[in-house]
Nanobody
Framework: QLQLVESGGGLVQPGGSLRLSCAAS????????MGWFRQAPGKEREFVAT????????NYGGSVKGRFTISRDNAKNTVYLQMNSLKPEDTADYYC?????????????????WGQGTQVTVSS
């Protein structure tokens, strides 16, 4: 079982950058695929990015491809989301998620564990 805690959210101007972190407790972090999702007010939770167990494989949602980078440090039980060239439409609560196994998963229902979320606001 994993517990996930996100951090790094905040207010940033359009064009700016933020790095989100998600710290996981538990001894099996490296056996879980990790993902980031986001949910804007009044909208469904949306896939942002996922990373394989070893960190070598990554997949991104279309709206963030080329601007966001997911990475993980298995020694620190932490996954990151580097967000560059932020736009107002990136404003949302961002959630870290984990799913046991190493196959890519991009749907909300495939993930077993979720953090509490961290808020990102992109505004001038």
């Amino acid at each position: 079982q994993l517990q996930l805690v996100e951090s790094g959210g905040g207010l940033v101007q359009p064009g700016g950058s933020l790095r989100l972190s998600c710290a996981a407790s538990g001894r099996t972090f490296s056996s879980h695929i990790m993902g980031w999702f986001r949910q804007a007010p009044g909208k469904e939770r949306e896939f942002v990015a996922t990373i394989g167990c070893s960190g070598g494989s990554k997949n991104y949602g279309g709206s963030v491809k080329g601007r966001f980078t997911i990475s993980r440090d298995n020694a620190k039980n932490t996954v990151y989301l580097q967000m560059n060239s932020l736009k107002p439409e990136d404003t949302a609560d961002y959630y870290c998620a984990a799913s046991f196994g190493c196959l890519f998963r991009t749907v909300v229902g495939a993930y077993d564990y979720w953090g509490q979320g961290t808020q990102v606001t992109v505004s001038s």
